[in-house]
C-alpha cells in the first residue's frame, strides 16, 4: 500500500527554482505534522522544513529564507517551494511525518548545477 508519492524534482542550474509535491494517504496526512527531508549522496537524511497541522512552519538553517513549506488538506498533498538553489540542496527529497513516519516513498531527485 503506497503511502507516500512525491514528484516535481528536475535538474535546475543555480539560482533556479522548483516545487515539489507530495500526496499523501489520509492515514499518514490528516493528524499529522508533516515534514520534508532530502539525502545527498553518501550523506544522512536530513529534515528540511516541517508544517504542523495548523500551519506553522520550521525551517534547518540552511534552507531558511529560500524554501517554503504548505500543505493543502484538501488533497492530502505537502508542497516545498524551493527558490535560489544552490549545487548543496541536490539531493533525493522525501516527505513523510514529522513525529510519525511510515515506510518512505521513492522520493524525488533534485539536481542544480553550478
Known amino acids: 500500500q503506497v503511502q507516500l508519492v512525491e514528484s516535481g524534482g528536475a535538474l535546475v542550474q543555480a539560482g533556479g527554482s522548483l516545487r515539489l509535491s507530495c500526496v499523501a494517504s489520509?492515514?499518514?496526512?490528516?493528524?499529522?505534522?508533516m515534514a520534508w527531508y532530502r539525502q545527498a549522496p553518501g550523506k544522512q537524511r536530513e529534515l528540511v522544513a516541517h508544517?504542523?497541522?495548523?500551519?506553522?512552519?520550521n525551517y534547518a538553517d540552511s534552507v531558511k529564507g529560500r524554501f517554503t513549506i504548505s500543505r493543502d488538506n484538501a488533497k492530502n498533498t505537502v508542497y516545498l517551494q524551493m527558490n535560489t538553489l544552490k549545487p548543496e540542496d541536490t539531493a533525493v527529497y522525501y516527505c513523510?511525518?514529522?513525529?510519525?513516519?511510515?515506510?518512505w516513498g521513492q522520493g524525488t531527485q533534485v539536481t542544480v548545477s553550478s
Open positions: 508544517i504542523t497541522t495548523g500551519g506553522g512552519t
Open positions: 513523510n511525518g514529522r513525529w510519525h513516519t511510515v515506510p
Open positions: 489520509g492515514s499518514v496526512f490528516s493528524f499529522n505534522d
